[in-house]
């Protein structure tokens, strides 16, 4: 803001309360945008959870009506490579997109991780617990052996087929 002071020179500069109404603007910008950024990376490994959960809810309804033992199996590899070597569009398979997986908790010592659940044709599995994590977000998918169920700890929901 321009002013002219009473010997008329010009003095140019900003007074406090405009530098304090512009920090306040600045603050309540980055309260809103900073969660929404933060938040994509949760979203991220929610699609892949969603990606796993229906990999292995096709594998369990193919088994029941084909009446064969069908397997999904879940490949943990780097992003490039993912795009290259496996396609994820492929019914019971399912490869990681920058997430990493353990097996009930346990981290395997290869470099691709492979993780097979088998389905049966009376609805069981053969069971466990598969754990996704994605920078500092997990999610845990567990299947029952007995009836074959899938449930996530990231949704919380269970599939009834």
Do not use: H
């Not at 002219?4 to 109404?21: A, D, H, K, W, Y």
């Not at 991220?44 to 959870?49: D, E, G, N, P, R």
């Amino acid at each position: 803001m321009i002013y002219q002071s009473p010997n008329r020179r010009c003095v140019s500069g900003f007074t406090l309360l405009e530098i304090i109404v512009v920090m306040v603007i600045i603050g309540m910008a980055a309260a809103l945008i900073i969660p929404r950024i933060t938040s994509g990376q949760a979203n991220l490994l929610k699609a892949q959870v969603r990606e796993a959960m229906a990999v292995l809810r096709y594998a369990r309804r193919t088994a029941i009506v084909e009446g064969k033992q069908k397997v999904a199996t879940f490949y943990e590899g780097k992003q490039e490579a993912a795009g290259k070597s496996m396609t994820r569009a492929m019914p019971g398979r399912w490869v990681s997109r920058g997430a990493t997986l353990q097996w009930g908790g346990e981290v395997s010592d290869e470099e691709e991780a492979v993780y097979k659940i088998t389905f049966y044709p009376e609805g069981g599995s053969s069971g466990g617990e598969l754990t996704l994590t994605y920078l500092d977000y997990k999610a845990k998918i567990s299947v029952n052996p007995i009836t074959g169920k899938v449930k996530s700890d990231i949704f919380n929901d269970e599939q009834e087929n």
